[in-house]
């Protein structure tokens, strides 16, 4: 687990929110609206973080500023890819769309994220 959590936060933190991956390539430092999944479902589930709270919360707050505010007149939930300059990630039709699953999961994550950044 732990080796797992350094290699994640090592290879795809970038100071604001996580990489879509580690390969320098075009869009690799896409802003994935569903990158804290696996926080969300390990803290649904009662196990540990993922990453430390401070990533997650910054990260989700990234999501929101760029994949869900700047998308849709925010109504439409949020998008699954966006660029660090503000548009649409473009390299692929599901980057493009709006999951109903991933926004509640992503407003999960965030009521989880900020709740416990408040109790601290």
């Given at each position: 687990y732990e080796r797992g959590r350094e290699a994640y936060e090592n290879l795809l933190w970038n100071g604001r929110y996580f990489n879509y991956d580690s390969s320098g390539e075009g869009h690799h430092d896409s802003i994935m609206a569903d990158q804290m999944a696996g926080q969300w479902y390990a803290r649904a589930c009662g196990l540990p973080p993922v990453v430390r709270p401070k990533l997650a919360y910054a990260s989700l707050q990234t999501v929101y500023d760029?994949?869900?505010l700047t998308f849709g007149d925010c109504k439409k939930g949020a998008v699954?890819?966006?660029r660090?300059?503000?548009?649409?990630d473009s390299s692929s039709m599901q980057s493009r769309e709006v999951w109903t699953g991933t926004t509640y999961a992503v407003a999960a994550a965030m009521l989880q994220e900020w709740g416990a950044a408040v109790e601290d």
């Amino acid at each position: 687990y732990e080796r797992g959590r350094e290699a994640y936060e090592n290879l795809l933190w970038n100071g604001r929110y996580f990489n879509y991956d580690s390969s320098g390539e075009g869009h690799h430092d896409s802003i994935m609206a569903d990158q804290m999944a696996g926080q969300w479902y390990a803290r649904a589930c009662g196990l540990p973080p993922v990453v430390r709270p401070k990533l997650a919360y910054a990260s989700l707050q990234t999501v929101y500023d760029f994949n869900v505010l700047t998308f849709g007149d925010c109504k439409k939930g949020a998008v699954n890819g966006m660029r660090p300059n503000g548009q649409v990630d473009s390299s692929s039709m599901q980057s493009r769309e709006v999951w109903t699953g991933t926004t509640y999961a992503v407003a999960a994550a965030m009521l989880q994220e900020w709740g416990a950044a408040v109790e601290d």
